[in-house]
């Protein structure tokens, strides 16, 4: 009984490490109509309150921008980036929530994203 139960124990910590720890959280996101490299704009489709985004560039063509970029919140559910120089995808996109937890979809947004798909992802805590 007691090997069984350290097996299990054994298995569950080891399943933590390997498991994302947004605890299964996904958010998908509707690139809008209109959206190129100089204004981006996503219909965020998360279960939770959205109080920020940011927009982090894989390869960014520009050495000053190496960290999260801000969005503004548009309207509902629509937040919008209007960057200073055009942007280089992929994209990861940071999430924070009403209770400041910021989740990131990691490259969720791909090199040929085009307006009017929907890009999912599994969020990961930040």
């Given at each position: 009984?007691?090997?069984?139960?350290?097996?299990?124990?054994?298995?569950?910590?080891?399943?933590?490490?390997?498991?994302?720890?947004?605890?299964?959280?996904?958010?998908?996101?509707?690139?809008?109509q209109?959206?190129?490299?100089?204004?981006?704009?996503?219909?965020?489709?998360?279960?939770?309150?959205?109080?920020?985004?940011?927009?982090?560039?894989?390869?960014?063509?520009y050495?000053?921008?190496?960290?999260?970029?801000?969005?503004?919140?548009?309207?509902?559910?629509?937040?919008?980036?209007?960057?200073?120089?055009?942007?280089?995808?992929?994209?990861?996109?940071?999430?924070?929530?009403?209770?400041?937890?910021?989740?990131?979809?990691?490259?969720?947004?791909?090199?040929n994203?085009?307006?009017?798909?929907v890009?999912?992802a599994?969020?990961?805590?930040?």
């Amino acid at each position: 009984m007691a090997s069984r139960l350290f097996a299990l124990s054994a298995s569950l910590a080891l399943l933590s490490l390997l498991i994302p720890s947004a605890y299964g959280k996904t958010a998908s996101f509707h690139v809008e109509q209109g959206s190129n490299n100089i204004y981006f704009a996503v219909n965020i489709k998360y279960d939770g309150v959205i109080t920020a985004v940011a927009l982090k560039q894989t390869n960014p063509p520009y050495s000053r921008e190496n960290g999260w970029l801000p969005f503004t919140h548009n309207f509902g559910t629509v937040w919008r980036f209007d960057p200073k120089d055009p942007t280089m995808p992929p994209f990861s996109i940071q999430i924070t929530d009403s209770q400041n937890n910021k989740f990131v979809a990691k490259n969720v947004i791909p090199p040929n994203w085009k307006p009017n798909n929907v890009y999912t992802a599994n969020l990961v805590r930040a």
